[in-house]
Nanobody, 115 residues
């Protein structure tokens, strides 16, 4: 049974930082590009960062320079370091494959940036 579990979200002030984690099954992570997604209230879920198995990463412009995606293949874990957070970053954050068919979505982790 494939599953993804996100954690690390919380409430932070603008300019603060959070580090998100995602743990999944080996069959999801092995040789797959992985990605972080987020869904803000009233908006569609969008992909914000991807990382290939070998480490090449890409970001959408809105988070580039502030967020860093990384992975630990040995432990089937994906990370997202988020710095200089803005209120516009408020959303539920999810992980999944970046290419191909999605694995079942996890519950996500809530990130709220507010003063």
């Amino acid at each position: 049974q494939a599953r993804l579990v996100e954690s690390g979200g919380g409430l932070v002030q603008p300019g603060g930082s959070l580090r998100l984690s995602c743990v999944g099954s080996r069959d999801i992570f092995t040789f797959n590009t992985m990605a972080w997604y987020r869904q803000a209230p009233g908006k569609q879920r969008v992909q914000i960062a991807t990382i290939a198995h070998y480490g090449s990463a890409n970001y959408v412009d809105s988070v580039k320079g502030r967020f860093t995606i990384s992975r630990d293949n040995a432990n089937n874990t994906l990370f997202l370091q988020m710095n200089s957070l803005k209120p516009e970053d408020t959303a539920v954050y999810y992980c999944n494959k970046g290419l191909g068919e999605f694995a079942p979505w996890g519950q996500g982790t809530q990130v709220t940036v507010s003063s």
